[in-house]
């Protein structure tokens, strides 16, 4: 308290000498304003600066700062290596001993006085409707400062959704930064938990830095664009929007010139954003072929990081499991705007995440084997969302209908690069800097215009608004052994126009009036169970990772689990939506249906009570499986980890 005091007494002088200095006081003239003290930091051995003084120190203001705080041994390495008061303030462990600092006290030493240097960063601070305050790193807010990841305020994260559910209005530009934020709480409290992991301020600005630009190759309206409309516009073209975001993601760093602004934070070029591009890209680096020199051990692919961090690939896209942060936020963003609950709990994952070690040498994040029920949960509510949500009918046939309209737009719309070049919306892609123009306004760009070449396109965006949509005229749930693979969901409408039936309607229908869509409903790794791909550590031995036994006599958690964890349904739609016709539409999917020995399709009303009453039954299944596991979940734990 005598300390606070001692502040609080200096600091009311200074404003006395201050107002005195300004010829300000009891008897001068009035201070028309107030500036407070400029904030010193704690003077290093007599040179007094603030931060933004220590940035522009050349090597020889370094160099008396390591003389002066007892470390001029390391002043020669400091000054061939070129350490400026910029490169000084970033200077992490690992950097130090690079330079010659082998001595771990000498380290932590060195870079507590460097620490005193700069004690406070200049954290943004956002106030996100989902996380609450989040405070950023200042290198994470001058990548958002930037036109390509603006870009992302323009583009909805759940495409045509927002033409159902009124809530649904968030963008790609706030599950961004949302994904960067729970990407750096769940390094950190790994890093916190295992300081053997040499997780470094590296490490993590790299993986929050990931994380927010994971979904910079969106185009408009999400997933509308690279699974419906790319598809249709350029046929066999093999295009996804993670590739984009990489291109995005170097275009983003060249245009803007923030290399520079990666190295002054501590970044190591071109060693980190290689690392930071393989995150996002989502790919797990694989160990190669053999070492020549050593057959026990296998090469690891210089990807940015060495095996023993190979963890660090499954944060932001888990190709391993998909138990990554990317779904830990879209699950409580969606679930929130949509007005739906979310079952899935990532701060109690957070608590019980741990990163361990695999025979192959790689390393992967694991938890408590007792949080299996929180990990069925997580995929419970993907496949709920996917259910009530994102392939709900109506959005469905919204999103087809959009697709379309930029089908009939595509030749129609120039977009031009700073150059001149022009592009179509389906051939932006092929360049960055036309493709950042490319968002949701192209919606109403049509809509609003009045070019008699957009009128195709125009008049199918009017249905949208005016809520004339096609017709669902029914729903068919495919066997496994009959599901149609992608080769062969090619001229569907073709098909099903050429099922008539017997005797035929008094509507002659033609494949240009029906639409058939494909829908593939998992829990995220086709056919698997992704809970069988999730490492588990008991609490008496968590260091030995292990997975769930199942089948046979082994006892596991998983009681209460659908048979099948892929699911495909087959919805027609008709374009003409008088009465006449959606009868004699329902009657050729029924026909098509038979033809194809599909089970006969549902008519939509039929659909809604299906979905309604499998909703129920999920719901009671839940509320039994609590009272069976407080019977069985002793014995499921001792066996769980049991040989």
Not at 307 to 320: D, G, M, Q, T, V
Not at 345 to 370: P, S
Not at 556 to 565: A, C, E, I, R, T
């Amino acid at each position: 308290m005598k300390a606070a005091g001692g502040e609080l007494g200096r600091g009311k002088r200074d404003r006395d000498a201050s107002l005195n200095r300004s010829g300000g006081g009891a008897e001068g003239p009035a201070v028309s304003s107030y500036e407070t003290p400029e904030k010193r930091v704690r003077e290093p051995g007599g040179l007094g600066a603030t931060p933004e003084e220590i940035q522009d120190w050349d090597v020889e203001k370094v160099s008396d700062f390591l003389l002066e705080q007892g470390f001029g041994e390391f002043e020669k390495t400091f000054r061939e290596n070129n350490i400026t008061g910029s490169k000084l303030l970033c200077l992490t462990d690992t950097h130090l001993e690079k330079l010659g600092v082998t001595f771990v006290g000498k380290r932590i030493g060195l870079l507590h006085c460097i620490r005193q240097l700069n004690p406070i960063e200049t954290m943004k601070v956002i106030n996100d409707p989902i996380h609450g305050h989040i405070a950023l790193h200042p290198l994470l807010i001058k990548i958002m400062d930037t036109p390509q990841f603006q870009r992302l305020r323009d583009i909805k994260q759940l495409g045509g959704a927002y033409y159902v559910f009124p809530g649904a209005s968030h963008n790609r530009f706030e599950h961004s930064i949302g994904v960067a934020y729970l990407a750096g709480c769940l390094v950190r409290s790994l890093q916190e938990k295992q300081p053997e992991l040499g997780i470094d301020h590296r490490d993590i600005l790299c993986v929050q830095i990931a994380g927010l630009c994971h979904d910079l190759g969106h185009g408009p309206f999400s997933h509308l664009f690279d699974r419906k409309f790319i598809p249709q516009a350029r046929p066999g073209l093999n295009w996804k929007h993670e590739d984009a975001s990489v291109q995005m993601f170097d275009h983003l760093i060249t245009s803007n010139g923030l290399k520079t602004s990666l190295e002054e934070n501590g970044l190591i070029l071109p060693e980190d954003i290689t690392f930071i591009k393989k995150q996002i890209a989502g790919t797990i680096p694989k160990s190669g072929t053999q070492s020549p020199s050593s057959r026990s051990q296998s090469t690891w692919p210089d990807d940015g990081r060495p095996k023993e961090k190979s963890f660090l690939y499954e944060i932001i896209a888990n190709e391993r499991n998909g138990i990554d942060v990317d779904k830990w936020d879209y699950f409580a963003r969606d679930c929130h705007h949509l007005g739906l609950q979310n079952n899935f709990d990532h701060k109690r994952f957070l608590q019980f995440a741990r990163v361990v070690q695999l025979e192959d040498g790689l390393t992967t994040i694991g938890t408590r084997g007792k949080e299996v029920k929180n990990l069925y949960d997580l995929f419970h509510t993907r496949n709920c969302l996917h259910r009530k949500a994102y392939q709900h009918k109506v959005v469905k046939v919204i999103e087809t209908m959009i697709a379309e309209a930029f089908q009939k737009a595509d030749q129609h719309i120039v977009i031009k690069e700073t150059k001149g070049k022009k592009f179509t919306i389906s051939r932006a892609i092929d360049d960055m800097e036309a493709y950042t123009k490319l968002t949701d306004c192209i919606f109403y760009q049509i809509l609003h215009s009045s070019s008699q070449e957009l009128a195709e396109a125009r008049k199918i965006l009017e249905n949208i608004i005016r809520r004339k949509l096609y017709k669902c005229v029914g729903q068919t749930h495919v066997k496994p052994e009959n599901q149609l693979p992608p080769n062969k969901r090619t001229n569907l409408s073709a098909e099903l126009a050429e099922a008539v039936p017997s005797p035929p309607p008094d509507v002659t229908l033609n494949a240009e009036d029906f639409v058939v869509d494909v829908i593939q409903m998992d829990y995220g790794m086709k056919d698997q169970n992704p809970i069988n791909e999730v490492y588990f550590y008991s609490k008496l031995d968590p260091k030995t990772p292990r997975k769930i036994k199942s089948g046979g006599d082994k006892i596991g958690v998983s009681h209460f689990l659908p048979k099948n964890f892929a699911q495909q349904l087959i919805r027609a739609y008709c374009k003409k939506t008088d009465e006449q016709s959606l009868k004699a539409a329902e009657q050729y999917f029924t026909k098509w249906c038979r033809n194809k020995n599909f089970p006969d399709p549902v008519t939509i009303d039929a659909v809604t009570s299906e979905l309604t009453a499998q909703s129920e039954q999920e719901e009671k299944d839940s509320q039994d499986s609590v009272g069976t596991e407080r019977t069985t979940g002793f014995k499921a734990k001792t066996q769980l980890f049991k040989d």
